[in-house]
């Protein structure tokens, strides 16, 4: 998990919650925030940036916004440029740092240097843990401007020069590519959204195309070591059926040994924020 001082959670309720990423605190949306709040309320205005539906019914960051154009914070050796995106993104999700870890932790341990493949990449978290423990990247996400974002963060954390790979791709598309290359992987990390589009426009639906393209990463990790890390932030995925998935599709492996678990996150109260899911195996 972030330090604390890099980053906290501070409160959640009633579809929001209070972060803060550095020194700034931050109010946003969070459907999975169901209950009362607990901290006071003028701690919840006194935010540097809350991102709402504004009174043209459109969502935005409310004014004044007193977030810099960017800051940073850092999880370990790896730096993470944030901004206020007209999503209401900021260029991280905290919930993932417990998966860097343990991507870095499985790759670092072996022999000789990996391949991995990430993607639906966003700005790089998984990237840059793979990267440091010695593996050769492959980082793929759709946006054009999400895949400079990562290569910026690379170079903020000292691995400029890293072996990786920076694809702007529609990550089913490249997956196909790649088969008939015959290229083959030690690990895949895919972190999909429920919906999105390639840079082409082809359409992203979660519920229609992870279970094809989990079934073709299988045979991009034919021979290798068989590392995957699924997250999923899709409402109505139940933990058990992106178990199962996992092990019908591209996991050598026996559903029990494949890891699957909620991605919570601990606010400074001691409260769990459920954040998505993980399913995770191999090596
Ligand atoms: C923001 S991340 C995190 C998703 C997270 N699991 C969620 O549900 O919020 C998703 C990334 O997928 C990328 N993306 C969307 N559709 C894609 C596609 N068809 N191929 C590759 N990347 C895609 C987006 O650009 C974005 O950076």
């Not at 793979?130 to 974002?149: C, F, I, K, L, Q």
């Not at 040994?257 to 109260?269: G, P």
Request: hydrophobic share 40%.
């Amino acid at each position: 998990m972030f330090l604390s001082e890099q980053y906290q959670l501070i409160d959640f309720g009633q579809g929001r919650k209070l972060e803060r990423f550095g020194e700034y605190l931050v109010d946003r949306p969070c459907p999975a925030a169901e209950r009362q709040r607990r901290a006071s309320a003028p701690l919840w205005t006194a935010v540097a940036g809350r991102y709402e539906t504004q009174s043209d019914g459109r969502d935005g960051w409310t004014a004044p916004l007193r977030l810099p154009p960017t800051w940073t914070i850092r999880h370990g050796t790896f730096a993470f440029e944030l901004r206020p995106t007209p999503f209401g993104h900021l260029g991280v999700f905290p919930e993932q740092a417990e998966n860097w870890d343990w991507i870095a932790g499985r790759l670092r341990s072996q022999p000789a240097a990996c391949k991995a493949l990430n993607l639906f990449a966003y700005t790089g978290g998984a990237t840059l843990a793979a990267a440091a423990a010695g593996a050769h990247v492959v980082h793929v996400d759709a946006a054009r401007n999400v895949v400079a974002w990562a290569r910026r963060n690379a170079a903020l954390s000292g691995l400029g020069d890293a072996p990786i790979r920076w694809i702007s791709e529609d990550a089913r598309l490249f997956v196909r590519r790649e088969l008939r290359r015959g290229a083959r992987y030690d690990a895949v990390i895919l972190d999909p959204p429920s919906y999105g589009h390639g840079p082409k426009g082809q359409a992203w639906k979660i519920e229609h195309h992870l279970e094809p393209l989990l079934a073709d990463c299988r045979e991009l990790l034919r021979g290798g070591l068989g590392l995957v890390l699924l997250t999923c932030h899709t409402p109505g995925f139940a933990l058990d059926d992106l178990r199962q998935l996992l092990a019908r599709t591209c996991v050598q492996e026996r559903p029990g040994r494949i890891e699957a678990k909620v991605l919570n996150i601990q606010s400074s109260a001691g409260q769990s924020l459920p954040s998505g899911m993980v399913v995770r195996a191999g090596c």
